[in-house]
């Protein structure tokens, strides 16, 4: 396979009998089964749990769609994660993301248009993404902000669309 291609196979949605169930909660969470999903439906076990997951961060969490949705693009620009990017940009909109905080997220450094609230979970996602480490004194600042069952729940966004966009990435899954 070239560097162009998937590089699982696609799993057309419907012709697993075994995977009926699992493919109508990802409708029902998603409306449609993406590219994403169809490789992920090569592992039941994998596409079942990764579902669950990723609809307890996206859809249960009390971090706001907007502060989600910006961590988000941000894991994915750091991770080259094109696909994850493009699919997060409608959903970043949505949530009240201008397009001109959108397309600033790209930038190593952030501008003024940026929030201290906001700039504080960049940095925190960035030391998470880039160096794993998150220094003490930037973990501090998150736990002095936010409850503890918020710290979790925005580490928790940061590492799950780090593993979405790594998996992207391996298996090089593009639109």
Known sequence: ????????????????????EIEEKILAERGRISLLYQVLLNSKSIVTGWEQMLTAVRNKTIVSADLREMIILRVAVLN???????????????????QSKIDSL??????????ETEKLLMKITDHMTKDVIVPESLMNQLTEKYSPGEVVEIVATVAAYNMVSRFLVALNIKH
């Open 1 to 20: 396979m070239s560097e162009n291609h998937i590089r699982v196979p696609l799993v057309v949605p419907g012709t697993r009998p075994e995977l009926a």
């Open 80 to 98: 080259q994660a094109e696909f994850e990017f493009e699919a997060h940009i409608p959903h970043a909109l949505k949530a009240g993301v201008s």
């Open 106 to 115: 790209k930038d190593e450094v952030l501008g003024e248009q940026f929030s």
